[in-house]
């Protein structure tokens, strides 16, 4: 009889081992190279994207989010299994390889794996294929018996993919009972033979095997091993080959995709990459209509999701009710990708997205909020990818009747409410502000070093002017020499550029680049996050941008300001991040650390902070369009407050202030709960001089020089 440790070795097959395997290598090899090579059609058909540069940084995130699996402990026990299953399947690699070419030559030993390495390797991969192995009965109980909400498909979207997902885990177990059995049984073997073999790693499942059938006839061995071997071949090339057909793809396609992914935060894709701003109107049509238009890293990332749910279980929209769900805009393009691009058959394109697979309402429910971004452990992509679906509903005249006056008075006078522009400054005229602080306007007469960029909100809306003058108040107290652009300013464009309406976007920062550059200031300080970020990421030369939240943090670490205990120690606050402040721009502790420098203030966290903090509803051009939903974003962060304990809502933009003192009335909770600006907040508590005649504070402070 043949050594049983080498099924090349078979001869009384129809066809010799040897050559039996090696067919099953070369066609299953043959079958995913094929495979492989049509699911890349759609991507040589893609728009262009250039992700080919800052090799080392992108290096550096394939260790960390790939190699490192960063994001999966964002969800613990999910997390921890993915971890334990990449792991397995890593350290298993070798053995795999290795366990193949068995098959076609007996003495094959991966180079550097002989001896005593050999041996731990050995040792290694047989706790590293018990864990994987025991990591998909997990999963399987998971999916069949707990069922997290987060991987349910709500009938819309078509049937659930539970069936699928544990399909797959029972070939991956099968994998790992294969592999075991085909050790065990060449150890049991040579042990019966008299043969030095090696010992197997204590408890793992190689181990327990080699216990439950040491004891069997040589020849049974030799039957289990051989079957063991083509178990193991087949299931490995089957899964090869299927796992491109579904949530599985992730395993080939995720090193890429996040080798690829975007590099910086709080940016939007250029229209069409390599066509300079100056070249946009040769492009014959803006935005993504058909599959086709989206780029070859966009599709990618259809591929790449791994269905876990992450995303939709963070996104503000899904959780209100609204029509969208990232995971299944991205699910939604994968089948369509599969549909009509075949692996068997011709490919079937050039069909438009919206009305097909995506609805209108779909696409304008995304706040822009990012949480599904900062969430997916593949660093799949969003924001871009919806932008430019709006950017071709836009192209085709395809803007919501809410959004038309608002994107029109944007147009013709710089701001969505219409207002003549020789009011904007109006908010820093009122009489009794002007007791307390004067605001220079930068209209060539007069010049600064910094410039407070207002924004269309602060400007205009009643309410909000506050978080203006308040802002100009603390800049006076810490002696800036500030002004404003006044009738200069137009709104910065930010939501209007994310509402895809790229050219008047570009003729506001176009007019705001040439005001500023006029101005002559050194730098430019906003309260509007939105503002921050269009200034920071979608303009270019323009001097540096902060939040004032970032200058008052600076100024409290200084010891320049100071402020009065708070007054009512009842009130127990809560920071809201703003997205984009936030998640955008990752300016977390600098509010808090103002907050904290108030004596007194007690400051409770939501369990949704920071970078999971919950959009409000949306700024910009979210307050003039109103997607359908069962409840509002807004009124369930509200709720959030109060379940941290908190009866005062702080927030640091006045898209959130509004959102949220609105959410607070429609939750009925007036008099329970309130809300602030951090501006505001500061401005009370700020400690002024006091003038020693009258004992009263000197509130008039001369802004600038
Ligand atoms: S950006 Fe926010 S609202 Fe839009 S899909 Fe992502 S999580 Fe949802
Ligand atoms: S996009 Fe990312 S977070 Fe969302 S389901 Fe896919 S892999 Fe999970």
Request: charged residues 25%; hydrophobic residues 40%.
């Amino acid at each position: 009889m043949v050594g049983i440790y080498s099924p090349s070795l078979i001869t009384d097959w129809l066809v010799p081992g040897r050559d039996l395997f090696l067919t099953i290598h070369v066609l299953g090899i043959a079958c995913f190279l094929y495979i492989i090579a049509k699911r890349l059609v759609p991507l040589m058909r893609a728009e262009r994207d250039l992700r080919f540069d800052r090799p080392l940084t992108r290096l550096g995130r394939v260790l960390k989010f790939w190699l490192g699996q960063w994001r999966h402990t964002r969800y613990k026990f999910a997390g921890t299994i993915h971890i334990l299953i990449f792991a397995g399947f890593i350290l298993l690699a070798v053995r795999a390889f290795s366990v193949l070419i068995v098959g076609v030559s007996e003495d094959f030993v991966v180079p550097g794996l002989s001896g005593r390495a050999g041996h731990i390797y050995d040792i290694i991969t047989d706790y590293a294929a018990t864990v994987v192995f025991v990591c998909m009965l997990v999963a399987a109980v998971r999916r069949l018996v707990f069922k997290p909400a987060r991987y349910a498909v709500p009938a819309k979207y078509g049937k659930g993919h539970t069936a699928d997902a544990v399909f797959l885990l029972g070939l991956i177990a099968i994998l790992m009972v294969a592999d075991s059995l085909f050790s065990a049984s060449n150890v049991a073997g040579h042990a019966q033979r008299g043969q030095p073999a090696e010992a197997l790693a204590a408890l793992s499942l190689p181990w327990l095997f080699q216990i439950a059938i040491g004891s069997m006839p040589l020849a049974t061995l030799w039957v289990v091993n051989v079957t063991a071997y083509l178990v193991h071949e087949v299931t490995f090339y089957f899964l090869l080959c299927y796992r491109p057909f579904g949530i599985q793809f992730h395993v080939e396609t995720s090193l890429f995709s996040i080798y690829f992914a975007k590099l910086e935060r709080g940016t939007l894709k250029p229209v069409r990459w390599g066509v300079p701003d100056e070249r946009l109107d040769q492009v014959k049509a803006f935005g993504v209509k058909t599959f086709e238009d989206f780029t070859w890293k966009h599709m990618l990332d259809f591929y790449s999701c791994a269905d876990c749910g992450r995303c939709a279980d963070n996104c503000p929209a899904n959780a209100a009710g609204r029509p969208l769900t990232p995971r299944f805009l991205t699910i939604k393009a994968r089948d369509y990708a599969f549909q009509h691009y075949p692996v068997l058959g011709k490919a079937n394109n050039g069909k438009p997205l919206i009305g097909n697979i995506y609805s209108e309402d779909e696409i304008w429910s995304c706040t822009t909020c990012g949480a599904c971004e900062e969430e997916c452990p593949l660093l799949v992509e969003y924001i871009d990818k919806i932008v430019d679906l709006r950017r071709g509903m836009i192209d085709d005249g395809n803007v919501p009747q809410s959004l038309q006056k608002p994107l029109k008075a944007l147009e013709n006078r710089g701001n969505p409410y219409g207002k003549l522009e020789k009011k904007k400054a109006d908010w820093a005229k009122a009489a009794e502000f002007q007791r307390t602080c004067s605001v220079k306007i930068l209209d060539g007469d007069k010049s600064a070093c910094t410039l407070y960029f207002v924004d269309s909100i602060t400007s205009y809306d009643d309410r909000m002017q506050s978080i203006g003058r308040s802002t100009s108040r603390i800049l006076s107290h810490i002696g800036e020499d500030f002004g404003i652009l006044g009738a200069a300013e137009k709104d910065s464009g930010h939501e209007v550029r994310r509402f895809g309406e790229e050219m008047l976007f570009m003729a506001l920062r176009d007019h705001n680049t040439d005001a500023i550059k006029a101005s002559g200031v050194q730098r430019v300080v906003t309260a509007d996050p939105h503002a921050y970020n269009a200034l920071k990421h979608d303009y270019k030369d323009v001097p540096p941008v902060e939040h004032i939240c970032q200058v008052l943090a600076r100024e409290v670490r200084v010891g320049n300001v100071q402020f009065n205990r708070v007054e009512n120690e009842d009130k127990v606050y809560a920071y809201h991040d703003p997205c984009y402040l936030g998640r955008h721009n990752q300016i977390y502790d600098d509010p808090r650390a103002v907050l904290d420098a108030i004596p007194g203030l007690k400051r409770v966290e939501m369990k949704r902070s920071r970078d999971r903090s919950f959009c409000c509803g949306g700024g910009g051009l979210m307050l003039f369009y109103e997607p359908k939903e069962e409840q509002r974003m807004g009124v369930l962060r509200v709720r959030m407050a109060a379940e941290a304990g908190a009866n005062v809502i702080v927030t640091a933009c006045p898209f959130c202030m509004v959102n949220i003192e609105d959410a607070i009335k429609v939750a009925g909770m007036e008099g329970e709960m309130s809300a602030i600006d951090l501006t505001e907040l500061v401005d009370q508590h700020l400690v002024r001089p006091v003038c020693p005649e009258k004992n009263e504070e000197l509130e008039t402070v001369t802004c600038g020089g």
